[in-house]
């Protein structure tokens, strides 16, 4: 997974962008699998990229598709993401079945589970 920011006034083209990649990185694993063009990227205030900002976009994005790779019809109305005492952040995450839906369903997941098709196919079910 990659976050491009376009430069002003230039246009991007991903597909063009996923060949470019293709390429020039022989590797698999540092292939990214997904791009995703934002605006801007999380700066501090000396003009660093803040990582800990861009990981929690991470982890949304990859929310969003695994969810939506599980059903179409689910939306995500709000993610928090909270400490614990072991250190393995808690993302708190609200789901809406369908627009017509007024109460989000709740779904907890640890970050470090997350990335694992398994957890989310198993805490995300729909009757």
Known sequence: MIFVVPRTGASLDVAEL?????????????KPRHI???A????????KIFKPT???????EKLKLEIRKLDAS???AGIRFEGD???DPLAQIDLVKDSASLAPAMVELRLTEVFRD????AAISWH
């Open 18 to 30: 996923a060949a470019f990649i293709e390429k020039r990185i022989p590797e698999p694993p540092a």
């Open 36 to 38: 995703f063009v934002v």
């Open 40 to 47: 801007a990227l999380p700066l501090t205030a000396v003009g």
């Open 54 to 60: 861009l990981r929690e976009q991470a982890v949304v």
């Open 74 to 76: 689910v939306e995500i």
């Open 85 to 87: 005492a072991s250190g």
């Open 118 to 121: 398994l957890t989310v196919k």
